[in-house]
């Protein structure tokens, strides 16, 4: 039987080395119903991950031949890099009936939030910025220039926070995914 109901989009930001990879992962191990779009990036990958499954590790010159053919529902530049969600994916999801998860940062998130009006907006802080310093210096995966460029761009998203319908704190991993999924859970 065809599924008429549509899906639903949720857009989930968070400052770089909140911890917003961890808490996906432990929504999508408990809601495995749930859609994360892959995105498109510039950026080069980092160890561990994989062409088609954490990005679509494209060129500049693909990524803006991307942009001229239309392809992406919303794309941002973010630390001298791009970053864009295809369009086709998260149209057959929501079509489909299957609720799509969108990790983006604050900029794709606004326009996301103006073309979809029923999307749900979360964001995710972490419990303070030295935190998120330590954290971002523990991964150890930037230069300590592309790091302060990270660091400075997380003091800005922050101040995005109110214009999401939703703000999480990541004090607790587990706890942090329990909220969000209240949070899908109620609509
Ligand atoms: P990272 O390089 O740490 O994987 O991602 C850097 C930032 O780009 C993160 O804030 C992440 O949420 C954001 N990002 C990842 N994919 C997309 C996308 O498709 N569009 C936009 N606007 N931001 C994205």
Redesign the pocket.
Known sequence: MKNTDKGKLYV?????GTG??TIIAKLLELRPELRL?V???T?DP?EGEEHGI??YFVTREDFEDMIARGE?H???E??G?Y???PKKPIHEHVENGESVL????????M?VMMMNPDAVSIFIVPPSLEELERRLRGRGTDSEDKLLH?LERARL?LDYQDEYAHVVVNDDVTRAAEEILGIIDNG
Request: glycine share 8%.
């Open positions: 989930i930001s968070a400052p770089s917003k990879g779009s995105s498109a990036t950026r980092r954490n990005y992406f919303e794309y941002a973010y630390v890099e970053y864009g969600t969108l990790e983006i940062e604050t900029q794709g998130a326009q990270r998203e």
